[in-house]
């Protein structure tokens, strides 16, 4: 399995924005669908954005579509998701998660928190 560790959480502002990376070692990152989803207190774990392995092609849950944009660098085995207008709803643990079939995450990251003030 591949190893992620994701960065970049933090407190903001509503309106502002955020760039969240998650760095992967331990087998080549560029046979892995990536993703990222995330947690709200008291909530199931949600999906937030994928981006393919070869096509590059991406998907976004609704209420982020327009404001988020997940790439990859796959020279740096890395994976951002760049988040704009940054609402208080989006306040959650966000985490990276890989797979190798798609849609199917297998290996996550321990998470980070993002937090948007009001």
């Known amino acids: 399995q591949v190893q992620l560790v994701e960065s970049g959480g933090g407190l903001v502002q509503a309106g502002g924005s955020l760039r969240l990376s998650c760095a992967a070692s331990?087998?080549?990152?560029?046979?892995?669908?990536m993703a990222w989803f995330r947690q709200a207190p008291g909530k199931e774990r949600e999906f937030v954005a994928a981006?393919?392995?070869?096509?590059?092609?991406?998907t976004y849950a609704d209420d982020v579509a327009g404001r988020f944009t997940i790439s990859r660098d796959n020279a740096k085995n890395t994976v951002y998701l760049q988040m704009n207008s940054l609402k208080p709803e989006d306040t959650a643990v966000y985490y990276c998660a890989a797979g190798i079939r798609s849609r199917v995450y297998d290996s996550w990251g321990q998470g980070t928190q993002v937090t948007v003030s009001s």
């Open positions: 331990g087998r080549t990152f560029s046979i892995y669908h």
């Open positions: 981006i393919q392995r070869n096509s590059g092609i991406t």
